[in-house]
C-alpha cells in the first residue's frame, strides 16, 4: 500500500510544478489544512474542498492548502494530492484572466474548475506516465 504524502512531499510537488508552471516568482507556501479551513467558498459545511489557494497578486505571494490526509473518507485522496497542488498552481497562473473567464455571471466559477480540472489531469497523467509513474 502506498503511503500518504508528506509535507515534505507537499513541497517536492510545489517546487516541480511551481517550475513547470513557470511561477518560480511567486513565493508559494504549501501545508496540509483540517476539514475545517477547508469549507467552500460558498460557506457550506457540506461542501469540503480539496484545496484552496489565497493569493496576493499585487506581492506575487500565495499560500496553497491541501486537505490533509486524516479527514479523507477513504484511501483515494492518495492520488489525488498531487493533482490538487497543480490544481491549485493553476489557479495562480490564470488568476491575470480570472475577470475575462468568469466576467460577471457566477456560473463563471464553474467554467474556471472545469478548465483547471481538466488542465489539472492531463498535466499530472502526463508526467506520471513519461516518468513511469502509473
Do not use: F
Not at 511561477?23 to 483540517?34: A, C, E, P, V
Not at 474556471?112 to 497523467?125: F, K, R, T
Amino acid at each position: 500500500m502506498q503511503k500518504w504524502p508528506t509535507e515534505a512531499d507537499l513541497r517536492k510537488y510545489l517546487k516541480r510544478w511551481q517550475r513547470m508552471l513557470r511561477l518560480q516568482h511567486w513565493r508559494i507556501k504549501i501545508s496540509y489544512g483540517r476539514t475545517r479551513e477547508m469549507i467552500a467558498d460558498d460557506g457550506h459545511s457540506g461542501s469540503i474542498s480539496w484545496g484552496r489557494c489565497t493569493m496576493n497578486d499585487n506581492h506575487l505571494r500565495a499560500r496553497v492548502m491541501v486537505l490533509h490526509p486524516d479527514d479523507y473518507d477513504d484511501d483515494d485522496g492518495r492520488e489525488e494530492i498531487e493533482q490538487t497542488v497543480v490544481h491549485e498552481l493553476l489557479h495562480i497562473q490564470m488568476i491575470g484572466m480570472r475577470d475575462a473567464i468568469k466576467g460577471p455571471d457566477p456560473a463563471g466559477d464553474v467554467v474556471e474548475e472545469q478548465v483547471i480540472n481538466v488542465n489539472a489531469d492531463l498535466l499530472v497523467g502526463l508526467y506520471r506516465q513519461l516518468h513511469g509513474e502509473e
